[in-house]
C-alpha cells in the first residue's frame, strides 16, 4: 500500500504561484510514475502533470509552461510548482503514484483545493 497527503493548496489571484506537495510513504517498490490531476465538480479528473523515474515529464497542453512537476527521492515528496495561475486552473488537485508497466497499482491522495480568483 502507498499514502499519498496532498498540501499546499489554497486561494491565489490570477497570475500568482501556489506550491503543492505530495507526501509518499508505505511500499513504493513498485511504483515507477508519480502524476498530479485535478478536478472540478461536475468533469471529469484530468491529468496534468507526471514525472517518472528517469525524472521524465509530461504536461497537459492547459499547463505547459507554466506548471512544474518535480520529486525529492530524499524527502519522499512530489511537487507542483504553479505559476501565472488562471480562474481556469480553479479545482481540488490530487496526487497519483501508479505502476504503469502492470497497471496493478494505482493510488489517489485525498486531494488539495485550488482556487485562482479573478
Known amino acids: 500500500q502507498v499514502q499519498l497527503v496532498e498540501s499546499g493548496g489554497g486561494l491565489v489571484q490570477a497570475g500568482g504561484s501556489l506550491n503543492l506537495s505530495c507526501a509518499v510513504s508505505?511500499?513504493?517498490?513498485?511504483?515507477?510514475?508519480f502524476g498530479w490531476a485535478r478536478q472540478v465538480p461536475g468533469q471529469q479528473r484530468e491529468l496534468v502533470a507526471v514525472i517518472g523515474t528517469g525524472v521524465t515529464t509530461t504536461y497537459a497542453d492547459s499547463v505547459k509552461g507554466r506548471f512544474t512537476i518535480s520529486r525529492d527521492n530524499a524527502k519522499n515528496t512530489v511537487y507542483l510548482q504553479m505559476n501565472s495561475l488562471k480562474p481556469e486552473d480553479t479545482a481540488v488537485y490530487y496526487c497519483n503514484a501508479v505502476d504503469l508497466i502492470t497497471g496493478a497499482e494505482d493510488y489517489w491522495g485525498q486531494g488539495t483545493q485550488v482556487t485562482v480568483s479573478s
Open positions: 508505505g511500499n513504493t517498490f513498485s511504483i515507477n510514475a
